[in-house]
């Protein structure tokens, strides 16, 4: 009996004592415990991998941020790491990290690449557009859409009247000519006049593969190549056709009231435009070219 008794008194010392001493190894309010907590330090690398992750999502909207993928994978490599040699909070950070940079980088290059094939689709059309309004002999059409948005004649403006003045109108921007001289300079183009020659005449092939495109700030540029095939005179009172490469440049100006295309540039890869009145390849005179008057 005296036995048992004494070991009963012995089972409740030791609980006693297990009790007091993990009540004093509790956090006794200072701050110096709590700044030593666990007595490992946070893993600043791998707060550095979950935020240039988390701002790597973003490189869609803001494509210079893209290389924050680079650093995010970094931070969280060299994090792993350094826990290895000296254990430390929240590392499972870097994990996360390199998670959030890796879909945010492949989420943006895909939305990038389906951007940039849509804008692509929408210039190709657009420059094939404005070349079948030079094969119908809509000259004035497509000179309104060689200017920018901003500077073309308001709709309903009698276009044919329009690019008879010779004095720029007060509505117009100072940094474009004169209706008529940018009709002139339009109509001097070898490649231009040999498509209004040719008009019907003419076949076109858009050339895909060829097709350029370039981006910069609120600007989208496309260069799309078609294969033409004019019908022109071939000097003894018959006519040939003759393949070239034309080129037409489209861009997209982004807008406050939104977004434009027109074309820049056209270029015959071919046979270079010269400032001389001519169709494309051939010296001296041109044919007369038929007017939209003539047309109707």
């Not at 403006?157 to 474009?176: G, H, K, M, N, T």
């Amino acid at each position: 009996m005296h036995s048992e008794a004494g070991l009963s008194n012995g089972a409740e010392i030791r609980i006693f004592n297990t009790i007091m001493n993990k009540a004093e190894s509790r956090w006794d309010g200072s701050e110096d415990e709590l700044s030593g907590y666990d007595g490992r330090p946070i893993s600043l690398l791998a707060i550095v991998s979950v935020v240039s992750g988390l701002l790597a999502g973003l490189a869609y909207i803001l494509p210079a941020l893209g290389f924050l993928f680079i650093v995010s994978f970094a931070a969280a490599v060299a994090a792993i790491f350094s826990n290895r040699r000296e254990p430390k909070l929240l590392v499972w950070l870097a994990y996360v990290g390199v998670f959030v940079a890796t879909v945010g980088t492949v989420w943006s290059l895909t939305t990038r690449t389906m951007y940039h094939n849509h804008m692509v689709a929408l210039g190709e059309k657009f420059a094939e557009e404005w070349v079948q309004l030079l094969i119908k002999g809509q000259i004035h059409e497509a000179i309104c859409l060689r200017m920018d948005y901003m500077d073309r004649p308001l709709e309903g403006v009698d276009l044919a009247e329009y690019f008879e003045q010779a004095v720029r109108p007060p509505d117009s921007s100072e940094s474009i000519p004169p209706p008529l001289e940018m009709k002139e300079g339009f109509l001097d183009s070898k490649t231009v006049r040999s498509f209004l020659v040719s008009g019907s005449n003419t076949t076109i092939r858009l050339l895909p593969e060829r097709t350029k495109f370039s981006e910069q700030q609120g600007i989208f540029d496309v260069e799309v190549f078609f294969e033409v095939e004019f019908l022109l005179e071939d000097g003894q009172g018959g006519f040939r056709r003759r393949a070239q490469t034309v080129s037409a440049s489209a861009r997209r100006i982004q807008y406050t009231s939104g977004a434009h295309w027109h074309i820049s540039r056209i270029f015959n890869h071919s046979s270079p435009d010269m400032p001389k009145l001519g169709v494309a390849g051939d010296e001296g005179d041109s044919p007369e070219i038929p007017m939209d008057d003539d047309k109707q």
